[in-house]
């Protein structure tokens, strides 16, 4: 069995390219032991630096944000860097908002060829209450697709093929929440598509179309990719 494993750490831009051996950081974004003092109007316990992005992109009024990776204390500022200065505080990491995706729409190719097997491991947060979606994708179809619909707590699982959509399967609750970061794993097996979030197994869908090319899968939505990899 061949064994490729496609990383990536974070998402900087709107759109990615995933293949073997990629790999991006936080670094262009976030600056280390930085901080903006007097412009902070709100803070909050964030689990993650993610987390706390996730906070500052729901609030109209925040501009950038502190991050304390001691406590997980998150601060949101009203102005950013580019405006006022920032200072030098060991323990904090900075970042303007303007620099974190808002809406993502992110791209992995299957590597090493296509399989009739293969796993998905995401570490996503949804930032607003809308839906956020991840399709295997083939041939221009949409061999399999999950739709977490936040803003109607429904977890929707379909497929469409030459234009055509097949039978809804819904479950509720939704098992995503915003700002609260996941890890959504899919794997395909024996004919079986297989959904768990956070451990918890979600939902086995039988693949309608085991004959297809599987070429890539696409996550799209309102929220911020952590890390992401296929395993084959």
């Known amino acids: 069995m ?15 390219l ?36 996730s906070e500052c992109l729901m609030s109209s009024v925040c501009m950038s944000f502190n991050f304390e990776t001691k406590t997980r204390i998150c601060e949101l500022n009203s102005n950013r860097s580019d405006l006022v200065a920032i200072t030098t505080r060991p323990g904090f990491l900075y970042s303007d908002i ?26 996503i947060t949804p930032t607003t209450v809308n839906q956020v ?21 429904k977890l929707v699982f379909n497929s469409l093929f030459s234009g055509v959509w097949g039978k809804e399967i819904i479950l509720s609750p939704v098992p995503l929440a915003i700002v609260t970061e996941s890890l959504v794993e899919i794997r395909l097996d024996q004919g079986m598509y297989m959904l768990a979030v956070d451990g918890s197994s979600i ?14 899968v696409f996550i799209r939505g309102d929220a911020i990719l952590t890390a992401a990899h296929i395993t084959i």
């Open 98 to 123: 303007n620099n974190w995706p808002k809406v993502m729409n992110f791209l992995m190719v299957v590597p090493c060829g296509s399989s009739t097997s293969f796993k998905v491991a995401i570490n």
């Open 203 to 216: 939902n086995n869908f039988t693949d309608r179309y085991p004959n297809e090319i599987r070429e890539d």
């Open 2 to 16: 061949q064994l490729c494993l496609f990383t990536v750490v974070l998402v900087l831009t709107g759109e990615g």
């Open 133 to 153: 979606s991840i399709d295997v994708r083939g041939g221009g179809n949409r061999l399999y697709q999950i739709g977490f619909r936040l803003d109607q707590n």
């Open 18 to 53: 995933g293949s073997c051996s990629f790999c991006s950081n936080a670094t262009s974004v976030v600056e280390v032991d930085a901080h903006m003092e007097l412009y902070i109007f709100r803070k909050v316990r964030s689990p993650s630096l993610y987390s706390c992005a």
